[in-house]
Every structure is written in structure tokens, then in C-alpha cells.
């Protein structure tokens, strides 16, 4: 034990996650027999494309979050829970000291299912486990039991490649990246969308909407190119948080910025994994008796080039600061989480980039839903960070872009019935359920569809 957490000590602490990512790549573009320059090329492609993605979203951050602030501190109202993102929360999952047992876990359920024909998916993006690891801690808190917290974080693994697998034809479709897929915790929020998403195709104006940013490029020319709406998008913005002129045109520029390197940090994403994933499928299909495909699964940061993430996640963003003040049991002051890209980019799949119903998803649905639950969580994440040293006794934390919140919340607190508590998460969880199939079936029928198509062209 002491020697398996030293080995991922150094992994989280020393590499970090670009530098782990790449390493992992190129070993396994050897296994997959690939030549080792092109498996080298691959991955370091990889790490360019991953740090460039890392530092837009810092740069963009960076330039929105003192913006945010300004306009809540104008309002006066009185926050008693601090977002401390979801470094704060990592930060509690690595002083757990059974928290890298998820690692060797994640693995083994992982392959457990690929050779049992019950997932495409090879899920390469380890460093995320400590969202699993993190509801484990709460469960394990809550209830006394280690082993209950490992079996609900095995369901949410199993379920992630569910997910990811069902998923992959529209990941591929719509990041034109071949050969991957995301089995991350922010899909997980499409559960909870899945069920509204069928009641607006039952509205004509907006399933029919070709409001994205091609019909915004056919209708409006260069103004809808990504750096000028980038550009309008920061300005407004600026202006709206109450900047002077000149520095609202400065956060045009910043803006602009970031929308035009993304979909190049994209095209490298493409580059990379054009020939590992070939190999990689081909390599697998030698091992198994039914020559299936096969999906390496990333982080869903690799999926962030189209311009509609970035649209929705910057106007969500005033969307979060109105509900942060009007909701009646928000305590929690949205800055760690402000542009959250995870929503950003679960509702661009669910919505399959309508903008309307993006909006719809993020504006009226997500940012409420992700501060509720961020404030329901922050008596016991307070407590652990307490315990561990994070923060001081007397200090709310929480975070306002929870990974998987909803899942997190009904499958966590559903165990506090048993001591008396809400059974509102009961309902939670049922609801959750519910909304998982339905994507699930859906996405599985829209993947069979695109097949159909294909084999005609």
C-alpha cells in the first residue's frame, strides 16, 4: 500500500497531467505496435495540444472572473460559502489515504468490460479518477463504509463508459477526432437534460432551429467569424460588469483570443490521435474473437474546438451571477467554477449545437442546478477540508462546477436516509436514473443511424 501511493504521489505531484497523459500515450502506441517516432510524435503532439487547451481556459478565466466579482460585489448580497473550485476538492481526495486504490479499480473494471464485450472503450484518462475517489470520500463519511463508497464509485466507472460508448458517434461526429470518445463525469449532466431534450423536439421552432454558429456565418458573414463573435461577446460582457470602455475592448480582445486558438488546439488534437487511434483499434481487434471497435477515452477537455462551447460558456456566466442572487438557499458566491466549460460542453452534445437549446440547458437548468447543489454540498465538504487542514474551523467551501453534481448529490446522500435524513435525494437519484436510459437508448439509435448513412455513401 505504502509503495503503491508513493508510485502515484509522484505521478499526481511530480508529473502532472499533461506530462502522465503523454507518457501514457507513447507507451501504449508501443504496445499497439506503432514506430516509436511516430508514437513519440504522437504524443508529444498531444501534450502542445493539451497545454495549449490548459492555458486558453486559464487566459479566459482569468479575464471573466474579476468581472464576475465586480458585479456581485455591487449587489451587496452576502455569501457564506466560498467556491474554492475543483482544485479544493482534489486537494481533500489525495490526503484520503485510500484514494489511489481507484487507479488499479478503475483499470481493472475497465478491462473487465472491454473483454467481455461490454464497453469499445479504453479509458486512458486516469488523472480524472479523483472525481470517483472524491464521492467515495463522501460516502464513506457519511455512511462509516469504505467498501459501499468503492461500490458506488464501480457504478459510476461502469457507467461513465456506458456513457462514453454510446456517446462516441457523436463525439467523433462533431470534434471530427476519429477513433475517440469521453467518458468523463460532465456527460453525466446529460442525464438530467436528456428528459427535457425530448420535450423540445416537440416544439418545431426550436428542433428546427439552425441557430449555431454555421447559420450565424451564413446570415451575418465575417461577424460571426469565431474571433469577432469572441470579440462582441467580451465587449458586452465588459460592459454589462461595469468596465470602462477601454478595458471592455480589452476583454473583447481576450476573448477573441480564445476563440480563435481553440479550434487550432483542436486540429492538433486530430493529429495525434489520427494514427495512435488506428493502431490501437487494429492492435485490439487482434486480441478479441469479435474484431470490435475500439474508442480511446479523453478527457473531455479534448472536445472544447467548437465555438459554441465557448458561446455558451461565457453567457452562461451572467446567468450564474442572476441565479446566485435570486435563488433562495443559494449561500454559495460562483467564482472557482464561474466559466464552466464542463456544462459548456454537455450541453453542446445534448443539444447537438442548437444554440437555443444550449442556452435553454446552461442558462435556465445548469447554473441553478450546479449552485444548489453546490451549497447542499458544502456542510460536508467543509467538514473534510477542516479535518484535513484545507481551511479553518468555521469557513464554508464547496464548488460551483461539481463534477457529475447531480449524480454525486443522489447517489451520495441517498445513504443519510437511513439517519433520518431528506429522501429528496431518492427522488434525485430515480430521476438521474431515468435520464440515463433514455440518453443511452437515444444516443445508441443516433450512432446506428449515422452507421445506416455511412454504409449508403
Excluded at 501504449?28 to 497545454?51: D, R
Excluded at 481556459?57 to 460559502?81: C, E, H, N, R, W
Aim: charged letters at 10%; one cysteine or more.
Amino acid at each position: 500500500m505504502e509503495l503503491l501511493t508513493k508510485v502515484f504521489d509522484f505521478i499526481l505531484n511530480t508529473l502532472g497531467s499533461t506530462l502522465f497523459i503523454s507518457l501514457i500515450l507513447f507507451v501504449l502506441g508501443l504496445v499497439c505496435k506503432m514506430k516509436p517516432a511516430k508514437a513519440f510524435s504522437s504524443a508529444i503532439t498531444f501534450a502542445v495540444a493539451f497545454s495549449g487547451i490548459s492555458l486558453v481556459i486559464g487566459y479566459m478565466s482569468g479575464a471573466i472572473s474579476p468581472v464576475a466579482t465586480g458585479m456581485l460585489d455591487t449587489i451587496g448580497k452576502q455569501f457564506d460559502i466560498v467556491d474554492g473550485g475543483w482544485a479544493t476538492l482534489a486537494s481533500i481526495t489525495w490526503t484520503w489515504k485510500y484514494a489511489f486504490l481507484l487507479f488499479p479499480f478503475q483499470i481493472a473494471i475497465n478491462l473487465v468490460m472491454f473483454f467481455t464485450g461490454k464497453t469499445k472503450t479504453i479509458n486512458i484518462d486516469l488523472w480524472n479518477v479523483w472525481g470517483k475517489a472524491f464521492q467515495c470520500i463522501l460516502i464513506s463519511t457519511l455512511t462509516g463504509s469504505v467498501i459501499l463508497g468503492l461500490a458506488i464509485a464501480g457504478l459510476r466507472i461502469v457507467l461513465e463508459l456506458i456513457i462514453g460508448d454510446s456517446m462516441q458517434p457523436l463525439v467523433e461526429e462533431k470534434s471530427g477526432i476519429p477513433g475517440i470518445t469521453s467518458p468523463h463525469g460532465a456527460f453525466m449532466f446529460g442525464s438530467v437534460l436528456y428528459p427535457v431534450e425530448l420535450l423540445l423536439r416537440k416544439i418545431p421552432f426550436i428542433e428546427n432551429s439552425k441557430f449555431d454558429v454555421a447559420w450565424l456565418k451564413e446570415k451575418l458573414g465575417i461577424f460571426a467569424e469565431n474571433h469577432i463573435i469572441g470579440f462582441i461577446l467580451g465587449i458586452v460582457y465588459g460592459l454589462v460588469g461595469g468596465l470602462k470602455p477601454v478595458a471592455a475592448l480589452t476583454l473583447g480582445i481576450e476573448c477573441a483570443t480564445a476563440l480563435t486558438l481553440l479550434p487550432m488546439c483542436t486540429k492538433l488534437f486530430m493529429n495525434a490521435f489520427a494514427p495512435l487511434t488506428n493502431a490501437c483499434s487494429e492492435f485490439m481487434k487482434s486480441k478479441t474473437k469479435n474484431k470490435t471497435d475500439v474508442f480511446v477515452g479523453l478527457d473531455a477537455a479534448v472536445l472544447l474546438g467548437n465555438p459554441e462551447i465557448w458561446i455558451s460558456a461565457v453567457i452562461t456566466v451572467p446567468a450564474f451571477m442572476i441565479w446566485a442572487i435570486v435563488l433562495p438557499n443559494n449561500a454559495m458566491l460562483p467564482l472557482g467554477g464561474i466559466v464552466n466549460l464542463a456544462l459548456a460542453v454537455c450541453v453542446f452534445y445534448i443539444a447537438k449545437g442548437n444554440l437555443i437549446k444550449m442556452l435553454i440547458y446552461s442558462c435556465l437548468i445548469g447554473a441553478p442546478v450546479f449552485l444548489m447543489i453546490g451549497t447542499a454540498c458544502a456542510p460536508l465538504i467543509s467538514q473534510l477540508a477542516i479535518e484535513n487542514g484545507i481551511i479553518a474551523a468555521g469557513t464554508l467551501i464547496s464548488n460551483s462546477a461539481l463534477d457529475a453534481p447531480v449524480f454525486v448529490y443522489g447517489f451520495t446522500w441517498i445513504f443519510d436516509i437511513f439517519n433520518g435524513g431528506s429522501i429528496l435525494p431518492a427522488f434525485v437519484a430515480l430521476y438521474w436514473a431515468i435520464g440515463c436510459f433514455l440518453m443511452v437508448r437515444d444516443m445508441r439509435k443516433y450512432g446506428e443511424q449515422r452507421k445506416k448513412l455511412k454504409g449508403e455513401n
